[in-house]
């Protein structure tokens, strides 16, 4: 469920990804679904991360050494944000997690930690690993608007995965972040707006098995080794499907177990 690159010539050496990721590139994983996480140990005083984004309405979350949880809007293309300074000497733990889901931002590339003077990466965090919580579901999910204030429409500003019931289930239990496959809007056999399935317009399982939102190309699912496996799985799908009145009845079962095949 998440993956970890341990070796002195790797970006990303001691990172955790908690999540789906593309891997295609090992040293620069790229993600897009909500709640897409790294975690790390680190000794330092400071600590930055780089990384490349596609889309500039992208928003993250993050959490040093357990103390309250900040946010920061990002720029397109690569860039460095600064995450802690003046940290006090010691091993520091950080939390980094995109709020955004790939429906509403493009995909986002890690492109590693950095660190003020002598810092450096030390061994990774250590998670219970009693659950591998997968949620699959709609707005409700992703955190669609549930950090604005009312009346507001919606923007990627007012959307945390942090805050979703999601990652909150996880983080109180003590378990690594949760992987969120969730899409605002969506359901399992039609969408928000449509009579029926659409072509134009695809519900849940035509998405379910990407590693990236928006690529068809993306390994997803089936590429999670084993030992990464989710042992948990929420769905939260439906309340779309009855935006109008029950949908089809044979239509909406068959779409549920053909989710619950991938």
């Not at 991360?49 to 040093?64: C, F, G, K, P, Q």
């Not at 009312?150 to 995965?161: K, L, V, Y």
């Given at each position: 469920?998440?993956?970890?690159?341990?070796?002195?010539?790797t970006?990303?050496?001691?990172?955790?990804?908690?999540g789906?990721f593309?891997?295609t590139?090992?040293t620069?994983?790229?993600y897009?679904?909500?709640?897409?996480?790294?975690?790390?140990?680190?000794?330092?005083?400071s600590?930055?991360?780089?990384l490349?984004e596609?889309?500039?309405?992208?928003y993250?979350?993050?959490?040093i050494?357990?103390?309250?949880?900040?946010?920061f809007?990002?720029?397109?293309?690569?860039?460095?944000?600064?995450?802690?300074?003046?940290?006090?000497?010691?091993?520091h733990?950080i939390?980094?997690?995109r709020?955004?889901?790939?429906?509403?931002?493009?995909?986002s590339?890690?492109?590693?930690?950095s660190f003020?003077?002598?810092?450096?990466?030390s061994?990774p965090p250590?998670?219970?690993?009693k659950?591998?919580l997968?949620f699959?579901g709609?707005?409700i999910?992703?955190g669609f608007g549930?950090?604005g204030?009312m009346?507001?429409?919606?923007?990627?500003a007012?959307?945390?995965?942090y805050?979703?019931?999601a990652?909150?289930?996880?983080?109180l239990?003590?378990?690594?972040?949760?992987?969120?496959i969730?899409i605002?809007?969506?359901?399992?056999?039609?969408?928000?707006?449509?009579?029926?399935p659409?072509v134009?317009?695809?519900s849940?399982p035509?998405?379910?098995s990407?590693?990236?939102?928006?690529?068809?190309?993306?390994?997803?699912?089936?590429?999670?080794?084993?030992?990464?496996?989710?042992?948990?799985?929420?769905?939260?799908?439906g309340?779309?499907?009855?935006?109008?009145g029950?949908?089809?009845?044979?239509?909406?079962?068959?779409?549920?177990?053909?989710?619950?095949?991938?």
């Amino acid at each position: 469920f998440w993956k970890t690159f341990s070796g002195t010539e790797t970006i990303t050496a001691d990172v955790k990804f908690h999540g789906r990721f593309d891997y295609t590139n090992p040293t620069a994983p790229r993600y897009s679904w909500s709640g897409s996480s790294m975690s790390a140990q680190f000794n330092g005083n400071s600590i930055s991360v780089t990384l490349n984004e596609s889309d500039a309405r992208v928003y993250y979350a993050y959490v040093i050494d357990d103390q309250p949880v900040k946010r920061f809007s990002v720029l397109a293309g690569t860039n460095v944000y600064s995450l802690a300074a003046d940290l006090s000497n010691g091993t520091h733990k950080i939390l980094l997690m995109r709020e955004s889901e790939g429906a509403q931002a493009g995909p986002s590339q890690f492109l590693g930690f950095s660190f003020g003077g002598a810092g450096q990466l030390s061994s990774p965090p250590e998670y219970p690993n009693k659950y591998r919580l997968e949620f699959i579901g709609d707005s409700i999910t992703a955190g669609f608007g549930n950090i604005g204030v009312m009346p507001c429409g919606f923007t990627t500003a007012t959307e945390s995965a942090y805050w979703s019931f999601a990652q909150q289930t996880a983080l109180l239990l003590g378990e690594a972040p949760a992987a969120n496959i969730s899409i605002s809007g969506i359901g399992v056999y039609r969408n928000y707006g449509n009579a029926g399935p659409s072509v134009t317009d695809p519900s849940m399982p035509f998405f379910y098995s990407r590693s990236l939102t928006g690529d068809s190309s993306s390994a997803g699912a089936s590429s999670i080794p084993p030992a990464m496996q989710p042992t948990v799985v929420i769905v939260n799908l439906g309340i779309n499907d009855f935006w109008n009145g029950p949908p089809d009845q044979t239509g909406f079962i068959s779409a549920y177990v053909e989710l619950f095949k991938t």
